[in-house]
């Protein structure tokens, strides 16, 4: 474990990112290094649909995201309408 500490933070992230959305979670608690990673748009931008650039502009409604992670509780936490509600975009 002291190895992964010494490593610098974009290191983590990217190792972070191929990981599961629970162990990104878990990892948070190790140290302030790990919990900095886990908050990088490069871990997030993974557990985004690969076509999510293409659906905002999509959205009804507008959504602003400071962060990755942000955007994707966004999209994940309940259905989205697109196409004016002729599409509806649900997680899970």
């Known amino acids: ?6 490593l610098p933070e974009g290191c983590i992230s ?3 990112s191929l990981r599961l959305l629970k162990d990104v979670a878990r990892s948070s608690t190790v140290s302030q ?3 900095s990673a886990t908050e990088s748009d490069i871990v997030w931008e993974k557990f985004l649909p690969s076509d999510y650039e293409d659906i905002i502009p999509r959205l009804d409604s507008f959504m602003v995201s400071d962060s990755k992670k942000e ?8 259905p989205i309408l697109l196409d004016g509600g002729k599409l509806i975009l649900r997680s899970g």
């Not at 474990?1 to 010494?6: K, T």
């Not at 955007?71 to 309940?78: A, I, K, R, V």
């Open 71 to 78: 955007l994707y509780f966004s999209l994940s936490n309940s």
């Open 1 to 6: 474990m002291e190895y992964f500490l010494s």
């Open 33 to 35: 290094t790990f919990m």
């Open 14 to 16: 990217e190792i972070l």
